[in-house]
């Protein structure tokens, strides 16, 4: 016997999914197991020292580079060999783009939902 045409198109249906409710589910889970950890945290036992695990820790400083403040000039660049005269006024092949230049529209972003595929049974 064939199936009912109303039986194969509810199955063809896609479920729609609302994302702002999956989102706060997610929200809602992080922040129970946060909320978990921190009583858990509070409930220590007697006999854990979290003064002595804290005196534990080595704290190291260490001098960091100071970046310079004099910028690069066209001569320095030349001089250094860095730039050459002949590539002055060349096209831009590889689309290369200035620091600070405005930039476009940004792409949009989509959610994509992941479903399980049914393993075929023989």
């Known amino acids: 016997p064939e199936p009912e045409p109303a039986a194969v198109t509810a199955k063809k249906r896609k479920e729609k999914l ?11 889970e992080e922040e129970a197991r946060a909320r978990a950890e921190r009583e858990d945290l509070a409930n220590l036992p007697d006999d854990i020292d ?11 400083e260490m001098e960091i580079r100071v970046p310079t403040r004099d ?3 066209r001569e ?3 001089a250094d060999g860095r730039w050459n005269p ?7 092949f590889k689309k290369f783009r200035s620091r600070g230049e405005a930039t476009g529209r940004l792409p949009v972003r989509t ?3 992941l479903q399980e595929v ?3 049974e023989f």
């Open 18 to 28: 609302n994302v702002l409710a999956m989102a706060a589910r997610h929200r809602e």
């Open 50 to 60: 979290l003064a002595e695990i804290r005196r534990l820790n080595i704290v190291e």
């Open 71 to 73: 910028a690069r000039t």
């Open 76 to 78: 320095k660049d030349v």
């Open 86 to 92: 002949k590539w002055n006024g060349m096209k831009n």
């Open 111 to 113: 959610i994509v939902a």
């Open 118 to 120: 049914k393993n075929k």
